[in-house]
């Protein structure tokens, strides 16, 4: 089978692997929708998490059942199926510990395009399908569908982990497709006023539709100073941090009053120079003792994750397909939507590649 791989860092190709084989409680899946993430330009052209060889990319797809282990119940070959980007392994001590995206250690519930052949295949592997698979449903477009495996369960994830009362103030950093979802789940989390910080026209668009009351660009000034200002020098209730280079958790702790969240969702794909480390404001963080609490987490995987987005999604709370304003037709299509990934353009939010079956 033919898949888009990483073939070092700052590089990737083409290249032909063997079908992989399915276990007992597995699913072989392939591609209906797939879509390229940031966190594949991080890996790839700033080799964050180290040099991977021949690894097919990719972890956001739709697909369609090919074959399923003798012990998979609710799935068979021809469903439509939601495949989330993290697929943990749910009887391990992390799972059972309520923390699944880090089961086998940090990060070990992201499989996909970390440690296993991700979705960009012809064919791709799913470990416990039971459990990491989600039925499509009826009348979901794949343009919306596919924003569900990471982009909405990520900054949904990034409003949660921001502990959001009824009439917070928010302050999102980053409006690309991870941030939108953001603001989105800010709104359905009761934030009252949402700033958005970002310049890209499309992305400004949509962050107003989801929910954003003010956008700021960091282009004008201290993105912290704006906030400030704007808010009487108090500052936010949550902070999301979705984009920006490391020091951007200055600008976060500075703007977050006493009692808040600093919630992140970036992907940090390098640190400041040679000693690799992210920067927090000694005095903004009240020298260690501000109470403001700095949240990470990874994407949530799993099928009830993704059965609830779907709920989300289905009853007209928000409508994720705004995102697509990149809509690519053909598997062949998927070198291209992720190098205009990595190039993002203005008018880009986030390339989607249907895939003819
Ligand atoms: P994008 O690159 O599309 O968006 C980044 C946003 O950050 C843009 O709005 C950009 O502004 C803004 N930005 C850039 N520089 C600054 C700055 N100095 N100050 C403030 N804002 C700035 O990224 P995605 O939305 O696709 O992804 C966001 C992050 O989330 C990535 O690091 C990604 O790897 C990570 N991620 C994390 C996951 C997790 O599980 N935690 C899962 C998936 C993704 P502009 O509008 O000007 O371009
Ligand atoms: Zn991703």
Same mark, same amino acid.
């Given at each position: 089978?033919k898949?888009?791989?990483?073939?070092?860092? /700052?590089?990737?190709?083409?290249i032909?692997?063997?079908?992989?084989?399915?276990?007992?409680?597995?699913?072989?899946v392939?591609?209906?929708?797939l879509a #390229?993430c940031?966190? +594949?330009?991080?890996?790839?052209?700033?080799?964050?998490?180290? =040099?991977?060889h021949?690894?097919?990319l990719?972890?956001?797809a739709l697909?369609?059942v +090919?074959?399923?282990?003798?012990?998979?119940?609710?799935?068979?070959?021809?469903?439509?199926?939601?495949? #989330?980007?993290?697929?943990p392994?749910? =009887?391990?001590?992390?799972?059972?510990r309520?923390?699944?995206?880090?089961?086998?250690?940090?990060?070990?519930?992201?499989?996909f395009?970390?440690?296993? =052949?991700?979705?960009?295949?012809?064919f791709?592997?799913?470990?416990?399908?039971?459990?990491?698979?989600?039925?499509?449903?009826?009348?979901?477009?794949?343009?919306?569908?596919?924003?569900?495996?990471?982009?909405?369960?990520? /900054?949904f994830?990034?409003a949660?982990?921001?502990?959001?009362?009824?009439?917070?103030?928010?302050?999102?950093i980053?409006?690309?497709?991870?941030?939108?979802?953001?603001?989105?789940?800010?709104?359905?989390?009761?934030a009252?006023?949402?700033?958005?910080?970002g310049t890209? #026209?499309?992305?400004?668009?949509?962050?107003?539709?989801?929910?954003?009351?003010?956008?700021?660009?960091?282009? %004008?000034? +201290?993105?912290?100073?704006?906030?400030?200002?704007?808010?009487?020098?108090?500052?936010?209730?949550?902070?999301?941090?979705?984009? !920006?280079? #490391?020091?951007?958790?200055?600008?976060?702790? $500075?703007?977050? $009053?006493?009692g808040?969240v600093?919630?992140?969702?970036?992907?940090?794909g390098?640190?400041?120079?040679?000693?690799d480390?992210?920067?927090?404001?000694?005095?903004g963080?009240?020298? !260690?003792?501000?109470?403001?609490?700095?949240?990470?987490?990874?994407?949530?995987? !799993?099928?009830?994750?993704?059965?609830?987005l779907?709920?989300?999604?289905?009853h !007209?709370?928000?409508d994720?397909?705004?995102?697509?304003?990149?809509?690519?037709?053909?598997? %062949?299509?998927?070198?291209?939507?992720?190098?205009?990934m990595?190039?993002?353009p203005?008018?880009?939010?986030?390339?989607?590649?249907?895939?003819?079956?």
């Amino acid at each position: 089978m033919k898949g888009l791989a990483m073939l070092r860092i /700052g590089e990737i190709g083409w290249i032909e692997k063997d079908r992989p084989a399915c276990g007992p409680r597995d699913a072989i899946v392939k591609p209906l929708a797939l879509a #390229p993430c940031t966190s +594949d330009i991080h890996t790839v052209w700033e080799g964050a998490i180290g =040099d991977r060889h021949n690894l097919i990319l990719g972890h956001e797809a739709l697909g369609i059942v +090919d074959e399923v282990g003798n012990e998979v119940r609710d799935f068979k070959p021809g469903d439509r199926v939601i495949v #989330p980007a993290i697929t943990p392994d749910w =009887d391990s001590e992390a799972a059972q510990r309520g923390f699944p995206s880090q089961t086998g250690g940090p990060l070990g519930g992201w499989k996909f395009s970390n440690f296993k =052949d991700g979705v960009f295949a012809e064919f791709f592997h799913v470990n416990l399908a039971d459990n990491n698979l989600a039925h499509l449903p009826k009348g979901m477009s794949p343009e919306a569908g596919v924003m569900l495996p990471d982009m909405l369960s990520t /900054g949904f994830m990034g409003a949660e982990n921001a502990r959001i009362e009824i009439g917070a103030t928010v302050a999102v950093i980053g409006i690309g497709p991870v941030g939108l979802s953001a603001i989105a789940g800010a709104k359905l989390r009761g934030a009252g006023r949402i700033f958005a910080v970002g310049t890209r #026209p499309a992305a400004v668009t949509v962050a107003k539709e989801y929910g954003a009351t003010d956008i700021i660009s960091y282009k %004008d000034g +201290d993105t912290a100073d704006q906030i400030l200002d704007r808010t009487g020098g108090a500052g936010v209730d949550a902070v999301i941090v979705a984009g !920006g280079s #490391p020091d951007i958790l200055m600008d976060a702790v $500075k703007m977050a $009053k006493a009692g808040s969240v600093i919630s992140n969702i970036n992907y940090f794909g390098k640190g400041v120079g040679e000693q690799d480390i992210l920067p927090i404001p000694r005095a903004g963080w009240g020298f !260690g003792m501000a109470s403001k609490d700095i949240a990470t987490g990874l994407c949530p995987g !799993g099928r009830v994750r993704m059965e609830r987005l779907a709920e989300v999604v289905m009853h !007209g709370r928000m409508d994720p397909a705004l995102m697509a304003t990149h809509v690519f037709k053909g598997f %062949d299509k998927l070198e291209e939507a992720l190098l205009l990934m990595k190039e993002k353009p203005r008018d880009l939010i986030k390339p989607v590649v249907l895939v003819e079956q």
